[in-house]
């Protein structure tokens, strides 16, 4: 005690300073002693910010999936707890289609995503004159927001005048037009073949960006160990891709399991349901029937899917790698 | 290695034919724009318009709102980046630098909101802003859009800010800055390609913006953004496709220049977070 | 220009990992100390203590007659140079260099002038409006010695700053830093991993191993008087060589025994009283070895010789009877494998591997430490 007070006056002598500069000087945010102070609040707006537009409502979503509730009002007393929406969720034969159109969806749409993503990503990794601009054309669909790319196909799978089905009628493919957006089948194609276009040039850039990465004496060392260009593929480039594939992929699951849009355009879930995505299901009982409640209550179930979904495949994938 | 000559015609013809595949329903969208609207309805359709209708640009601007559309986009999506990249900034440098205790959770947290469906969000942010009155006002959707650039920037900024060196900082600070002296006069100089790149992708996702758009601007049409002027052209039965094309177009163009300048950090921006 | 003090500086992480131990030290006004020793040691630690960057879990940092140790980095009036230079990228060399003394508001006129003076001195006027990213390596070093040089700081802190240098250009910077030292004559604290640049630059050296200062000490005294295995071992190139052997009574001093030699040391009776017939630790230098029989010599056979023009690196076995079990000091140098022994010989002819050489000890050199604490005995 006595020797700090003696350090304390040392200091003060030689700052010359009275006590309130001294107390000011040690709320200096720049001194090593108060560094880690400055970090939260540094933080502090941003955790503000984050409370009010997510976390809050999150929780604002988890109480109302437990109410019985069709338009809430916040401050209104809250209905009384239930499991009604969860049970009621279940035992609908609606949520396990929807459940299974997101499933097919995803399946036909990342496979096709990553088939054409790496063929594209292939293609413009070769040197060649022009590949600059090669990839930046062939990515560039990522940057036509959704809702255009939408009403565009939409134009050319017209039934009356579109382009796709002048073509197949030209090529003798389809005797008269297809009504495309009025069958079940058809229309989830058009769903599927938007969201490819769309969500290809995410796989594409990320690829490329994968390959970019394998260091050139990798390709060496396999053409002096004679390895054609096909093997280089196979047990090259692939096997270094996986890392990449991995993150690549949960993310294009992600994008089309909670996407919207496309479907809520397209077909706003039909015909008779054959487009109907949970997320598209979700949309409808909230504001098409003002059910938020039981909305909620599938909006929940959806985030812990992909909550789950993504951990095992973080897992999988790790486990695959080691 | 070289390539022989067929090699590399047969390489070109296919860079070639693919762009021209893949990009065709953007060229699509320019010719269906510029021709009229009769020969929208005749057989075969005219691939290569002879007869260019450029003043339908003009139409559109005259009859539809569309400037107003175009400028609440921008308006929008310029204040959700400012407002998210205010904090997102800050809150970055934070867990890049400094041991925070919950910073880990507060990461934890933000890897969770990427995957957050905006089908469930919209329902208690719905609430809340119709509480506050929010609904129909540009407000609401710069706040939801907040929700996706929030979390998306932080972590691209802290990735930004992990790769320049502390001792920049130190150095700083031997010279005579405070600790937020150095972030100003060099850490954020330093960065200033990343937080452009960071900035405008944040404009690109506000910008994309449906469902928040569709859910909180459908009282008044002169609230609403380009994407849902855009969808709201097609009609029940009759559309004017070369309206809708057009307008498609003017909306489309300012985030294909974004995407122009921004190829080069896409991949940082694409999966920020994505790895932990 | 200041002295400087450290009382009693200790730095603990996460509440265990004690990354520096109770580190005093007093530093004369216009000295050059070395801080060394391998990589986390806490030299760098200690260096950003001192700086501010990093905060003392206790102790005090005094720069002139300042207690520093609440200070922010900027207040201490100190100018760092950093292994990676840590130049401004996005400035040119002159701003990098202004850049300290734009921040303490001095005249615009008075900067310009500093700063050619500091370019002129560092003989880098040519690149003042260049940026960083277009310098090679050894002129961002320049700039960064210049960066610190123009604030005419109270001390120089120098993280390393060599290392990022190829190995000619090192030993060139070395020679220019020591000059620049000789002719500013300012407090600097230099950190470094590398004992060469420790023996050559320091005015006093302090040797460091986990957190806990070994010895202070100018280079000499180290060299001569290691105060343990540890320092021993990392003064000096290549390092000594340890062997382990029985402390006995000979005709008129106490005799280890190496091999079939029998060697005499120095050392105080009441030392050798406590050692006597027990095993301890012996070091002898590389170089306090010479080819030939002497008095005290005995016959190895090499099981690799390294030429290196004047003079060869003869390695050979430690005799069976005198390979130490256990060594915790492991020297710094790896390529050194346990119970191998080098002498350094200078202008020698050809060197047969395996056969038979003669070698004679200099038993004035030997050092003897404790077998447990590897504490220095004579």
Redesign the interface.
């Known amino acids: 005690m006595a020797v700090q007070t003696d350090l304390q006056n040392r200091t003060e002598r030689t700052l010359g300073s009275s006590s309130w500069i001294g107390r000011l000087r040690a709320l200096d945010l720049s001194s090593p002693r108060h560094a880690d102070k400055l970090g939260y609040i540094l933080l502090a707006p941003a955790v503000l910010l984050i409370f009010v537009i997510l976390v809050y409502p999150i929780l604002l979503s988890v109480d109302l999936s437990l109410q019985d509730v069709d338009i809430p009002r916040i401050g209104e007393t809250r209905e009384p707890y239930t499991l009604d929406n969860y049970t009621k969720l279940f035992g609908s034969a609606e949520f396990w289609r929807a459940s299974w159109v997101s499933l097919k969806l995803i399946v036909v749409v990342t496979s096709a995503c990553f088939a054409i993503g790496l063929a594209t990503a292939l293609l413009v990794n070769q040197h060649f004159k022009g590949r600059t601009l090669a990839r930046l054309f062939v990515a560039l669909p990522w940057a036509v927001p959704e809702v255009i790319a939408v009403v565009t196909w939409w134009w050319m799978f017209d039934s009356s005048f579109g382009l796709i089905n002048w073509l197949l009628v030209t090529l003798d493919l389809a005797d008269k037009p297809i009504a495309w957006l009025s069958q079940p089948v058809p229309a989830f194609l058009v769903v599927s073949i938007v969201m490819i276009w769309k969500g290809y040039p995410f796989v594409s850039i990320m690829l490329l960006a994968g390959l970019q990465a394998i260091p050139e004496d990798h390709y060496q060392a396999a053409k002096v160990d004679g390895a054609g260009a096909w093997q280089r593929l196979f047990w090259i480039t692939l096997p270094s891709l996986l890392p990449v594939f991995g993150v690549t992929m949960i993310l294009v699951v992600l994008w089309v399991f909670r996407d919207f849009a496309v479907v809520f355009i397209l077909t706003g879930g039909g015909p008779i349901g054959a487009t109907q995505t949970l997320s598209m299901m979700t949309y409808e009982q909230a504001f098409g029937f003002f059910r938020m409640g039981f909305a909620s209550a599938i909006g929940v179930v959806t985030l812990v899917i992909c909550v789950l979904a993504t951990r095992l495949m973080v897992s999988r994938m790790a486990k695959s790698m080691y | 290695m070289r390539r022989t000559i067929p090699q590399s015609v047969l390489l070109y013809v296919t860079v070639i034919l693919t762009c021209a595949l893949l990009l065709f329903p953007i060229y699509w969208m320019f010719v269906t724009a510029i021709s009229p609207s009769a020969q929208l309805r005749a057989f075969p359709p005219q691939i290569f318009p002879d007869a260019p209708q450029w003043q339908i640009f003009q139409q559109i601007l005259e009859t539809r709102p569309m400037l107003l559309w175009l400028s609440n986009s921008a308006l929008a999506a310029t204040a959700a980046v400012l407002l998210s990249m205010s904090v997102s900034v800050f809150a970055a440098y934070s867990l890049s630098r400094f041991r925070v205790r919950g910073g880990q959770t507060l990461g934890l947290f933000i890897l969770v909101s990427k995957m957050l469906p905006a089908t469930l969000l919209v329902i208690p942010l719905f609430a809340i802003f119709r509480e506050f009155r929010l609904i129909g006002s540009l407000w609401s959707i710069i706040l939801a859009h907040s929700t996706l650039i929030v979390p998306f920037s932080t972590w691209m900024l802290k990735g930004y800010f992990d790769s320049i060196p502390r001792e920049l900082e130190q150095a700083a600070m031997v010279d005579g800055c405070s600790q937020l002296g150095a972030l100003f006069k060099v850490i954020l100089p330093v960065a200033t390609p990343g937080l452009a790149a960071t900035a405008l992708y944040g404009f690109v996702l506000s910008w994309s913006d449906f469902i928040y758009a569709r859910t909180f601007l459908t009282v008044e049409q002169t609230k609403w953004t380009a994407n849902m002027g855009i969808a709201s052209l097609k009609g029940e039965f009759i559309t004017d496709w070369n309206e809708i094309m057009a307008a498609s177009l003017m909306a489309a163009i300012p985030i294909v220049i974004v995407y122009m300048v921004l190829e080069r950090y896409l991949v940082g921006g694409l999966t920020a977070g994505a790895e932990k | 220009m200041a002295e400087m003090r450290l009382e009693g500086v200790r730095k603990v992480y996460g509440g265990a990992v004690v990354a520096l131990d109770d580190f005093s030290l007093d530093v004369a006004d216009g000295e050059f100390v070395v801080f060394v020793g391998p990589s986390g040691c806490g030299k760098s630690t200690a260096l950003?203590?001192i700086?501010?960057?990093?905060?003392?879990t206790s102790g005090?940092v005094w720069i002139g007659?300042?207690?520093v140790t609440?200070?922010?980095?900027?207040?201490?009036d100190?100018?760092?140079v950093?292994?990676?230079y840590?130049l401004?990228?996005?400035l040119s060399v002159r701003s990098n260099i202004a850049?300290?003394l734009r921040?303490?508001h001095q005249p615009r006129v008075e900067i310009d002038r500093r700063v050619q003076e500091v370019a002129r001195i560092l003989d880098i006027e040519s690149l003042l409006d260049r940026r960083p990213r277009a310098l090679s390596g050894g002129q961002r070093q320049r700039v960064a010695l210049g960066?610190a040089i123009v604030?005419e700081p109270q001390a120089f802190?120098m993280d390393e700053p060599l290392s990022n240098l190829d190995a000619k250009l090192r030993v060139h910077m070395r020679a220019e830093i020591g000059a620049l030292h000789q002719r500013i004559g300012v407090t600097t604290i230099y950190v470094t991993h590398d004992q060469t640049e420790a023996m050559t630059m320091a005015n006093r050296i302090v040797l460091m191993r986990n957190g806990v200062v070994q010895q202070v000490a100018d280079p000499d005294t180290m060299f001569e008087q290691p105060a343990n295995a540890f320092v021993a071992g990392f003064v000096g190139s290549p390092a000594m060589n340890f062997f382990q052997s029985r402390l006995t009574k000979g005709p008129d001093r106490p005799v280890i025994e190496f091999g079939d030699a029998t060697l005499p040391v120095q050392l105080a009776p009441d030392i050798f009283a406590r050692y006597a017939e027990q095993d301890v630790l012996v070091g002898l230098r590389p170089e306090h070895m010479s080819i030939g029989n002497g008095t005290h010599s005995t016959v190895v056979r090499p099981n690799l010789v390294e030429s290196l023009g004047s003079e060869r690196y003869v390695y050979f076995p430690v005799p069976t009877a005198n390979t130490v079990g256990h060594a915790t000091f492991v020297s710094q140098d790896e390529d050194r494998r346990a119970n191998t022994m080098i002498a350094r010989l200078m202008n020698v002819g050809r060197i047969e591997e395996g056969a038979p050489l003669p070698l004679s000890f200099e038993p004035d050199r030997i050092h003897l430490f404790d077998p447990a604490s590897e504490q220095a005995i004579n």
């Open positions: 950003k203590i700086a501010g960057l990093e905060p003392a005090r007659d300042r207690d609440e200070f922010a980095p900027a207040r201490r100190i100018a760092m950093f292994q990676n840590a401004y990228p996005h850049f300290g921040m303490r960066r604030r802190l």
